[in-house]
């Protein structure tokens, strides 16, 4: 066991050590350097090391990193300004945190706060989906959907109410007709119905999944139904970009494939490509203004949000964004992802290939008939990735319990959006001989 003094998030008797980055690689002590095909956690978007954050990181820093929220900063005044103009609609107010998590739990505050302004004061709750992520404070994990993640601290959590994620390969709607019916959507109203609507403040969703289901996107109808209902009860609608925000998914944000705008937007991540810690919570006028309509101030706010360091970072990095196209690389480079992935289906463990832009996973089955499932205790999701480790390949394990909360193997592929073709085939390489060699030790 290590003998430092961190407070380790998971027990193991080796941690690989890395002394720095460049591009799309990690180096470890002994210079050997990784294929960081997760960018992270779904963070590096413009990769490691760019000069010109460097230069701008250090140009914020000889003016000045912090002020309290008493003052203005210009790079704070800019961000907000860059983020306003990428956003669709009128999402234009944005409210600086310093992660996903407080992104999250603000969207579900200014929810609130908007319908108590308004004399609504009942509603409160918010409906979320199973199989999804939202963060770990415990307003962001009430509304997640992430059994195994939820569990311990159940006695914390918001008394809010899930429903369905649309996942037609196992939906118990739609499962094997080929079509969706949009049921999975049809049950945000019945939830609406049964609790009363004058319970509901929210609907959050994240447009495409990440670590839950990465690369899971729903057919183009479900976000228009959503926004419906949410309209039809006057119910805020909420998505959460945090990994799908500023240009992963192939657009600026993953709720534009589906031509609605949202009310609220969670974003963190990709804002900064993980230089600084920053996220932001984007919302409507409309909302803004309600909130603001009888008073001066809303109660709620983090000591670093809008700090000008992450400030300057961010824009900086969305300045690299702009420059170099990457939106568009990442439309691209996702295509040759999906597509070099997609005879993985041939493999007899292999149940789904998906993706949307470079946010791209692969779900594995004990049973490819029955869809069924691995035993949890078979590790076979961590067999894979190790053995894309072992390549120098780092890609993400997606998180547990994807089939039932308990079961489901699936893996996250996710590179900086700076990733070329070579670096995309060699992932693509490393995780075909990997998931190849992991069958043969089941025994396929
Ligand atoms: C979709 C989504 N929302 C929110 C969060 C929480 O972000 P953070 O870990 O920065 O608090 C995450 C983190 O992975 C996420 O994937």
Redesign the pocket.
Known sequence: MPTDRLFYRTQKDHWLRITHGEGVYLFDEDGQAWLDACAG??VVSIGHAVPEVVAAMEAQARKVCFTYSRFLTQPQIDLAERIAALAPGDLNRVFFVS??????ESAMKIARKYHVERGKSSKHKIVSRWQ??????VG?LSMSGRTPWRKDYEPYLLDFPHILPPYPYRCPYCRDTGVCNLNCADDLERVIHQQGADSIAAFIA?PI????CCGLAPPADYFPRIRDICDRHDVLMIV?????GFGRTGLNFGIEHFGVVPDIM?T??GLSSGYT?I?ATVVREEIYDAIYAKQTSFAHGHTYGGNPLSCAVALAVQDYIAAHDLVDNCRSMGERMLAGLQPLLDNPIVGAVRGKGLLTGVEFVADKQTRAPFAPQQGVTAAIVDRVFARNVLIMPGAPGLVDGVAGDHIAISPPFTVNEAQVDETVRAVAEAVAETARDLGH
Do not use: F, R
């Open positions: 956690v779904h992660g996903g998590s407080e992104a999250t999804s992520w939202h963060g770990n404070t962001a994240e999944l990440g670590t839950s959460d970009e945090v990994v799908t969670a963190g991540k810690p996220a």
